[in-house]
């Protein structure tokens, strides 16, 4: 299952969940349903050492072994010791590739949930990011519909908050850097906890580990910041905060986490065979935040997006519809943005003459250059002040594909044109 990428503000983000685990028991034979010794990691590229690192960290536990030579790791939870891996401690032995394969299959064959999240630690090193909320259980102690999706939801806010936070620091963005943050999270991996009551994401070394060090930061200074303004009624702690990845979308995020439950936690686990990030804790504390919450950080969304201001930008555009109420006078136009602001589109409100600008230059395949302010409401995606309207010269290849967008939209457009 796959989430879309262009999904609007507050939406969903483009998580890949990994198929569930099948772990605690000995599993199908080999060439069986569910046996994928083929999608293992290979025996001969896995560093004993960070498996050793993943295993005690998904509760596993070191019950013996010849020491220097390999340990037994049994799986957490009641009859862990009726089953056990055995993992070389280093590759200076000749047997150890073949102990490393042994514990790879069995891991893939088990029962045990975290044995799936293993795998994957080994498969794409990865730093870990895990949400759990306390909320009431199910009649079967899983959590409700509604309960999972709005674990899933804040937790795709969070992870975008960092991505965003990533392009460049603001109280508010809006629609600004929103494709690009996006993007970026496209190689996350996530898995749930049994009963749902968890979630933990896989953000790839090589491609996120930016969003998960700015997640990190931003998160112990958004909690720092609510312990200051419930201890003293202050609001300053969250104008400094933003330099650390604080924002409303970040605020919203953690509302949205802890509406409705008792209590939530966000921790990081960074990936062991890169090790901890500069400036970060090896092993960071899980932060924490409660109902007692809210109104500090309802309030601090509503003060970065009331101080954000707005923006002097040169917008270069592709005129993608047209709108005026009658023949002639000022008109609006939506423009996807080519160049001069990091938003998909904007709304241009034009006088008369720059309207009729506009148009033709659309009918003769060009875009438009046009000077004004990003506007904060609407989430940056209204320009005002417009001013130095004027058709811009593309390359050939950019002018047909304009002109077959008029094409394929002229009966909008001779309605829009107005008759002009």
Same mark, same amino acid.
């Given at each position: 299952? #796959? ?27 080999? *060439? ?15 560093? %004993? ?8 960290? #998904? ?14 790791? =049994? ?5 862990? #010791? ?79 908050? *960092? ?20 993007? =970026?999270?496209? =190689? ?54 933003? !330099? ?50 809210? %109104? ?70 060009? %875009? ?22 004027? %058709?811009? !010269? ?12 008029? #094409?394929?939209n002229v009966d909008f457009f001779e309605e829009a044109c107005g008759g002009d």
């Amino acid at each position: 299952m #796959h989430w879309p990428i262009d999904e609007p503000e507050g939406g969903s983000l483009p998580f890949r969940p990994h198929p569930p685990a099948s772990v605690g028991d000995p599993g199908p034979p080999d *060439g069986a349903p569910g046996a994928t010794p083929d999608a293992l990691p290979d025996p001969a590229r896995v560093d %004993p050492l960070v498996l050793g690192a993943l295993l005690d960290r #998904h509760g596993w536990r070191r019950r013996g072994g010849a020491a220097g030579r390999y340990a037994r790791w =049994s799986p957490p939870g009641p009859g862990g #010791h009726r089953t056990s891996l055995l993992v070389p401690e280093s590759r200076a032995f000749p047997d150890c590739e073949d102990l490393l394969g042994e514990a790879l299959t069995a891991l893939a064959r088990s029962g045990t949930p975290s044995a799936r999240e293993v795998l994957v630690g080994l498969g794409l090193p990865s730093d870990e990011i895990r949400w759990t909320r306390d909320v009431p259980q199910g009649l079967s102690g899983a959590l409700t519909w509604t309960a999972q999706e709005q674990l899933r939801s804040a937790a795709r806010q969070l992870l975008l908050a *960092g991505a965003l936070a990533v392009r460049g620091r603001a109280g508010y963005y809006g629609g600004r850097h929103r494709r690009q943050a996006q993007a =970026s999270l496209e =190689s996350v991996v996530v898995g749930a906890a049994p009963g749902g009551r968890g979630l933990t994401a896989f953000v790839p070394v090589d491609t996120g580990r930016p969003v998960a060090v700015r997640l990190y930061h931003a998160l112990y200074a958004a909690r720092e910041a609510v312990d200051y303004q419930r201890a003293t009624g202050g609001m300053e702690a969250f104008d400094t905060a933003v !330099q650390a990845g604080v924002s409303r979308e970040l605020t919203e995020a953690l509302v949205a986490l802890v509406r409705g439950a008792e209590g939530a936690g966000i921790a990081l686990s960074w990936a062991p065979a890169a090790g901890a990030p500069e400036g970060c804790a090896a092993r960071p504390e899980p932060v924490e935040f409660s109902p007692g919450d809210l %109104p500090a950080l309802r309030e601090a969304g509503a003060r970065y997006m009331s101080d954000e201001p707005s923006v002097p930008v040169r917008i270069t555009g592709a005129v993608v519809r047209m709108r005026r109420s009658g023949a002639r006078g000022a008109g609006t136009v939506r423009l996807r943005v080519l160049a001069g602001a990091e938003v998909p589109h904007v709304r241009v409100a034009l006088d008369e003459e720059a309207y009729r600008t506009a148009v033709h230059a659309h009918l003769v395949g060009l %875009p438009i250059r046009v000077v004004g302010r990003l506007e904060r409401r609407g989430g940056f995606r209204r320009l005002t002040d417009a001013s130095d309207v004027v %058709p811009v !010269q593309v390359d050939d290849a950019e002018r047909d594909r304009l002109m077959k967008a008029l #094409h394929e939209n002229v009966d909008f457009f001779e309605e829009a044109c107005g008759g002009d």
